[in-house]
């Protein structure tokens, strides 16, 4: 994956191939919809990670 791409849509990609259903919400794609729950951005990225989909690299 290329070292510019936005952690948060890698998250969102890597949980979408592990099979997990990830739907923007909101105007601004900041909330995402995963089952009955709405996650922020950085709750995306510490879910991926606590998988093992992406690195444990807290940028944010």
Known sequence: MIDD???????????RAAGIK???TGNDMERWQI???????????????SRGLVEDGDSR
Do not use: K, Q, T
């Open 5 to 15: 791409a936005d952690p948060v849509l890698a998250a969102v990609a890597a949980l």
């Open 22 to 24: 990830a739907i923007p």
């Open 35 to 49: 089952g009955d729950l709405i996650y922020s951005d950085a709750d995306v990225l510490r879910l991926a990670a």
